[in-house]
């Protein structure tokens, strides 16, 4: 493999890896509170294995097909997880509960109550977080939680999550709008938190400890903000041009 391409990533992992520990002490959290996911989607194959050489330990993919090579490739890297973190169309839920480690991006009950089916028969139990569409942008997936007045109509469907046997709610994932500064971001991790807090309120036995929120150009705030997961991958591979 090549050795200049995997320093290359280790070191920009590392200095993410650094800039998330740093950005965790200044609000009083441990470093290892947040985890980072490798956000390796639209990479070739030659890289995401080079960043698993470089220490890469939790991936992020959005499409399950190209993931699914990926996955098949790396199955000897036994200590690898795979994060599904893109929206997951009806008919790709079989291969998303079979392959997958986690999903950050559980947006609507439907997807739920396939995927129960489908780990039902494979006897698999799969982490999921809730994602959450908290700022009105028409493009994003995700529950709608923008208007905070109207979260109690969250929680019927919420509850029916909730008792799918199969799947293990872990907490909340957004991904607000796109923004040139971290600071615009912040109002809608500290949403997400509150709805965290108001999910929790209202389903106490449930765990709601994981938030899932941060890319590259944001992840400080967000870890300020609470996330235990940040999903980065342009500070680590350098700007994604598909
Ligand atoms: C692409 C993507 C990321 C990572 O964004 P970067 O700008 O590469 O850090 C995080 N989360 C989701 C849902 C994504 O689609």
């Given amino acids: 493999m090549n050795a200049s ?13 650094g800039q998330i520990a740093t950005a965790a002490a ?3 959290r441990e470093p ?3 985890f980072l996911v490798v956000v390796t989607k639209s990479q070739p194959l030659t890289i995401v294995q080079a960043a698993v050489a470089a220490g890469a330990r939790l991936l992020g993919e959005n499409y399950a097909e190209e993931a699914v090579e990926k996955i098949s490739a790396l199955k000897a890297e036994s200590e690898v997880e795979w994060h599904m973190i893109g929206h997951v169309q009806s008919r790709k839920s079989e291969l998303v509960a079979g392959r997958f480690d986690m ?3 559980l947006d609507s009950l439907k997807l739920a109550a396939r995927l129960e089916r489908f780990l039902s028969q494979h006897g698999k139990l799969l982490p ?4 959450f569409n908290v700022s009105h942008e028409e493009s994003k997936y995700g529950f709608p939680a923008w208007d905070e007045t109207r979260w109690p109509e969250l929680l019927p469907e919420v509850g029916q999550v909730l008792q799918f046997s199969h799947l293990a709610v872990r907490g909340l994932m957004t991904m607000p709008p796109y923004f040139e500064t971290a600071e615009l971001s912040r109002p809608y991790f500290q949403r997400l938190r509150r709805l965290r807090d108001f999910l929790a309120a209202h389903f106490p ?8 929120m941060g890319t590259s150009i944001d992840f400080e705030a967000a870890v300020q903000e609470g996330a235990t997961y940040v999903r980065i991958g342009q500070a680590i591979f350098g ?3 598909t």
């Fill in 239 to 241: 700007p994604r041009t």
């Fill in 103 to 105: 999903l950050h991006s």
């Fill in 32 to 34: 290892q509170s947040v």
């Fill in 5 to 17: 391409l995997i320093s290359s990533i280790r070191e920009r992992y590392q200095r993410v890896l």
């Fill in 128 to 131: 999921v977080l809730l994602e």
């Fill in 205 to 212: 036995h449930a765990d709601w400890r994981e938030l899932s």
């Fill in 26 to 28: 200044r609000c009083g």
